[in-house]
């Protein structure tokens, strides 16, 4: 589980519309990496919502948003076309990234327990550096919060 001031662990992952997006080629930027647990639900399309709303103050502070889930670029891309959203969102169906970043954890639920993406961002400076992190993320308000710590980094 990286904490700030540790180099963020690299990753190549398949993202939304083709291709694939990797930490080590946005060197010089930094970076918003957010796990979130599953495309089309309330509060990950709510998130989702809140970064493509800021996309364009967030590019203004040379930082670059990526939206992380074991979801395939095919949910992806019908999530994206769905709600019209501006960020990349990379998929990570094996879940080794996830795992890197140690947002892969255990969770429950009307006393079940199950494995599940910890709802987590990461704040990447230009020379990849973790600068800051959010763990268990509330959804409201946490857009403005990682805006703000960017433009300040």
């Not at 990496?33 to 103050?57: I, M, N, Q, S």
């Not at 990461?122 to 763990?135: H, K, N, P, S, T």
Request: proline share 4%.
């Amino acid at each position: 589980m990286p904490d700030p001031g540790q180099t963020a662990p690299d990753f190549t992952l398949p993202r939304d519309g083709g291709g694939d997006i990797s930490l080590s080629a946005l060197k010089g930027r930094k970076v918003v990496l957010y796990f979130y647990p599953k495309d089309d639900t309330p509060g990950c399309t709510v998130e989702a919502l809140d970064f493509t709303a800021r996309a364009a103050a967030f590019d203004a502070a040379n930082t670059t948003v990526i939206g992380i889930s074991k979801d395939s670029v095919k949910k992806h891309d019908k999530f994206v076309a769905k709600h019209g959203l501006g960020i990349a969102l990379a998929s990570d169906e094996q879940g080794s990234t996830c795992e890197d970043y140690g947002v892969w954890v255990e969770k429950s639920m009307y006393g079940k327990t199950y494995m599940g993406i910890d709802r987590s961002t990461f704040l990447i400076d230009a020379e990849g550096r973790i600068a800051q992190v959010w763990r268990k993320v509330k959804v409201d308000g946490h857009g403005a919060e990682v805006l703000a710590a960017a433009e300040a980094l």
